[in-house]
């Protein structure tokens, strides 16, 4: 069965200063779709950012990035130039594309604390 | 645009009581989700459904029931609360497509 650990359950960053948000997955799929979502303290969840496994260059979106190394199962999130409306909480997720079940797994979360 | 509307926002129930949590989606959406947001836990998958009648569990499926009469609505029943199923309770919803998932904004259930 698939699995998403995140590894920190919360972080500290200086506002504007880059943060890196670590995800590992595992799956013995060779086509999957990977994900991270911000869910502030309001509670909605934001999707940021998707990265398919055969996509060959890491995704980006303004100033969201997804370190893909998909030898070390690895897709973690780069916030660059961090500001405070960045605090909350955040979500990696995976969806396996085999099947038609378009079910995420979910990691437990990391909370990201910007410092002004 | 009215997306994806869950219902209640907020509830409170006692231990034993049914509840249900209405999800409704205005696109037609083919697939739709229940999860479970626990601190610690990260959202789990409860049920899901690929279409109207077509419905199967989750990772925490136990003492939930949900049912797809039809394709905009997703319907989760707690048959008998327990306190353990105080929790956020997320409904969600995809096309089809690789990424196109929508969440509703949630439901807060406590259970006392």
């Known amino acids: 069965a698939q699995k998403i650990t995140q590894t920190q359950p919360g972080m500290f960053v200086q506002e504007k200063e880059a943060v890196t948000l670590d995800c590992t997955y595992d799956t013995s799929d060779q086509s999957y779709g990977l994900f991270w979502y911000k869910q502030p303290s309001s509670g909605e969840m934001i999707f940021l950012i998707y990265?398919?496994?055969?996509?060959?260059q890491n995704a980006t979106e303004g100033r969201y990035s997804l370190n893909f190394q998909k030898a070390r199962k690895s897709a973690n999130l780069v916030i660059s130039a961090s500001q405070l409306g960045d605090s909350a909480m955040y979500f990696c997720a995976m969806r396996l594309s085999g099947g038609s079940n378009y079910k995420l797994t979910f990691g437990k979360g990391t909370l990201l604390t910007v410092n002004p | 645009d009215a997306g994806i509307t869950q219902s209640p926002r907020y509830k409170i129930t006692e231990t034993g009581r049914q509840v249900t949590l209405m999800c409704h989606q205005t696109w037609s959406h083919s697939y739709m989700f229940w999860y479970r947001q626990d601190l610690g836990h990260g959202l789990r998958l409860i049920y899901y459904s690929a279409a109207a009648d077509i419905t199967d569990k989750g990772e925490v499926p136990d003492g939930y029931v949900v049912s797809r009469s039809k394709t905009e609505n997703f319907p989760l029943t707690l048959e008998s609360a327990t306190r353990s199923q105080t929790s956020v309770y997320f409904c969600?919803?995809?096309?089809?497509?690789?990424?196109?998932?929508?969440f509703g904004s949630g439901t807060r259930l406590t259970v006392v």
């Open positions: 969600a919803s995809n096309l089809g497509t690789e990424h196109g998932y929508t």
């Open positions: 990265q398919g496994s055969y996509d060959e």
